[in-house]
């Protein structure tokens, strides 16, 4: 028996592509199937042979391209290796593995043919589309069709790029020429278009796109058929971890970008595409419905309470992925279901409350001191990262942070305060919320509640803003017709930390807030306020106005989870001390400032925090102390002289509000538009006081 014969070098491999690919761009003006093909899909363009596209075509017979290649100095193990050909089992002849077909070359970010993706056109192939089986540089899940060319002859326009996925090369070809005619108009982005190569939409394929066009604004543009809608659903989880914009298109039934084309002048076609862009939540909700409809799992929402229900929990998640969008996809929703986009918007927060069964009080994260012990049942979920082993459990991330909270257990009324924590062990980020019940009602106890859960797990996806806005737009809408007398609200605090190794203790904070709940660090050895109160008084006393601290404007809000600013401040070192208005107006700041900074057992520092309050106010305290594990403050840090705390983020409120949510770069984060209980009301609501 023969021996295997050793991998050619991959400059070998590059070579034998590259000349495969000017032997098929030779042969496509003898094919008038060829032809047909590039013109029915308005891309005829692509058969230019000076462009970037190099389109060309496979030949019928099983020899010609071996022929040409061993004939050109390359040998059948070099062309075998590079997927290009095969050996007959019994004749031991090279044969052609591409035959008949248009021939789309497969490049990688250096511009370099490692492989072919081919359309048939003899019809009477199993598969209309092959790929370049994997070889050492052909790997099609670290694949993009389309982005090497774009890449070496990059698109005109100005600002971030715009990168649409689409589901097959001829549909990158007729974006690309679309892009091109829109690129004529004034003040476009650049617009890149890309297709996985006979594969889903992988995180790898993601990455590569981050790493050469940052910044882009990211858009699934599949086909408007069922496949089209498979595709999708099979996209959805990776793409919705985009970090930056994530769209989708929702093409006409039956069409995909190039059928688009094919019926229009290339600019109008563009526009049409780009008119049908939605975001990338609102897409795959709209699908679900409709699949919940084609199954028969609902029939008709409007009439069926348990159609609603569910519908809602197919939906719920969607609405935490894009919590900008709450108001469009209520919307949507709304008119797919038969429904109101208010009672949408309420059954969906009702549908999540049930899904996650969210009690009062904190959900810590897990005990990393002792690890539950593994199930030997449960097969280890498979790795993407090729230097994990085939089959070796993926590590999860240790929380880069230590955490405690306490809630005061005296008075006798309504406990309207909530804590709740989240942490992801893959990102390692673990997210916070303090909420307090504006007044000692229930509905201010359920506001409390919803909004404190809603936004830490929307900050786990996103960033504090951004989930405190989608607790906002929540609140809002369950609370939408409701007398303003029976409805809830109340002050918000959410606390992102990241892990970052370039930090002196490995750790990042990012805090946003609307309200009165306070966070206080250790600064230079002083107790120092992180946040600004949205106060009346804090307002006036920035203004110049001589208010003496304690007045009676120190009672009245400006900004709460419903309406008014939200505040964003950054932070590279804590630790931290969260707190309700109750602790932060009773417990003196020399207390606060020795619990903090002497802080070794964090339990222990939370509960002496809420012992001060006892039953001296009927109202309920809530404190949450944290701090990096690496850095326990009890050992770094050394206490001064006792200060009176200053706001570390001071000025008005319009300065203070720098978020990255809606708009990168500093920005005032005001009310969204979805503002269901309080119509035409204005930022401030000086009326609203505890």
Known sequence: MASEQPTP?????????AAAAHFYAGRLQTSRKAARYLQSHGISAAADSTGPWQVGYAPGRWTELATHLQAAGFSAGEVTAAGLGFIHSRSEHLLDRFRDRLMFPVTDAHNRVVGFTARDLSGRAEAKWINTPETAIYRKRLLLYGLGQQL???????????????????DVLAMHRMAAAHSAVPETQPVYAVAPCGTNLTREQLDLIQQTLPGAHLILAFDGDDAGRRAADRAYPVASRWPGQVSGVRLPKGQDPADVLATMDPIWAMSEVLGAVQPLAQLQMTNTISRLFDTRRITNPARFVEDRITAYRAIAELFVDAPHATREMAEAAAEQLGLHSTDVVRGVVEAWHARTGAPGGTDPPPDWASPAPPHPEQPPAPSDDPSIPSGARV????????????RSAGGRG????????????????TV??????????????????MSADIAATVTLRSNPAAGLHAARAAINAFYGGVDASQAGDASLLVVSAYPAKGNRHGVRWELAWAGDCRAYTIRAGQLAQVTADHTTGRRRRDQGEAVPLGSIADLLLTSSVRAGDVSVCPLDAGPLLLCNSVVHRTVREDRLAAELAGMSDAQASADRLVSVIGQQDDRRAA???IHARSAPPARVTITGSSQRATAMASGPAAALAKTSFAHPGPATATTPPFEAAAPGRSQSRPGRHR
């Open 9 to 17: 070098p991959p400059e070998r491999l590059y070579a034998v592509n």
């Open 152 to 170: 070496a002859d990059r698109p005109a326009g100005v600002g971030d790029p715009v990168v649409f996925v689409v589901e097959g090369a001829a």
């Open 395 to 406: 590590p999860e991330k240790e929380p880069t942070t230590v955490s405690a909270a306490a």
């Open 414 to 429: 309504i406990d309207t305060t909530a804590v709740i924590t989240r942490h992801d062990p893959d990102s390692g980020v």
């Open 432 to 449: 916070w919320a303090l909420a307090d019940g504006i007044g000692r009602h229930a509905p201010a106890a359920t506001a409390a509640q």
């Open 623 to 625: 404190v949450l102390l």
